[in-house]
């Protein structure tokens, strides 16, 4: 079965400074990794996704995240933070042997402070 | 995402009561499926549809159910709530024809108190 593991609940980060949110997945073939944002009160807006091909992937807001399949990771990183970036934000997997379906990680809570 | 919409956005409801959740897409898109997010648990999956004849349990059906009206309305029933379906559910579409790119859009959320 797919699963995905955020290892950090909450980062707390200056604004301005570089930000790298962790996600470890569980999945024998290749998997299709996601990261959503949630904002307060929001729904889940898509940051970035990965299929195949480059392991770099580029997102929306100056996101980036990188597939390494030998470490099973899929971490999310951003150069520089800015105060509008606080949220929650979520990994998840998915896989054409499971219909597509998502897992989600628990999520990491991101501050920034001033 | 406006093209995912889902009322109502708050409830309060008392134990035993039977409620209701609509979820209403203009994506024209054939998947639906049906969150509830917790803290700390991220979002579970509770029921999903591939199309109109296709509805299909998740890793925490149990307590729900659902009706799909048309290819555009998804809803989400609790026959009878219990305190520990208080939660965050959300509603999320995504295009079959993609041909398994698919991205899953998320509606705004209803936030559910049931006393």
């Known amino acids: 079965a797919q699963s995905v593991t955020q290892p950090d609940i909450h980062i707390t980060v200056s604004e301005g400074a570089s930000l790298e949110l962790r996600c470890n997945y569980s999945?024998?073939?290749?998997?299709?990794l996601f990261w959503y944002v949630q904002s307060p009160g929001q729904g889940l807006q898509l940051l970035l996704k990965y299929f195949s091909g480059d392991t770099l992937v580029q997102g929306i807001k100056g996101f980036e995240a990188e597939f390494k399949r030998s470490q099973s990771s899929f971490n999310l990183r951003k150069p520089s933070v800015h105060w509008s970036d606080a949220a929650e934000y979520f990994c998840?997997?998915?896989?054409?042997?499971?219909?597509?379906?998502?897992?989600f990680g628990a999520g990491t809570t991101v501050t920034v402070r001033a | 995402d406006a093209d995912v919409t889902q009322t109502p956005r708050n409830r309060i409801t008392k134990t035993g009561k039977r409620i209701m959740l609509e979820c209403s897409q203009t994506?024209?898109?054939?998947?639906m499926y049906w969150y509830r997010q917790d803290p700390g648990l991220g979002l579970r999956l509770i029921y999903y549809?591939?199309?109109?004849?296709?509805?299909n349990k998740g890793e925490i059906s149990d307590g729900y159910s659902v009706s799909r009206q048309a290819q555009a309305k998804f809803s989400l029933s609790l026959e009878s709530a219990i305190p520990n379906q208080t939660a965050l559910y959300f509603c999320?579409?995504?295009?079959?024809?993609?041909?398994?790119?698919?991205?899953?859009?998320f509606g705004p959320g209803t936030r559910l108190l049931v006393l």
């Open positions: 999320a579409t995504s295009d079959k024809r993609a041909g398994g790119a698919e991205t899953q859009y």
């Open positions: 994506k024209g898109h054939d998947r």
């Open positions: 999945y024998g073939a290749t998997p299709y």
């Open positions: 998840a997997v998915g896989a054409r042997s499971n219909d597509y379906k998502l897992s």
């Open positions: 549809s591939f199309d109109v004849k296709d509805i």
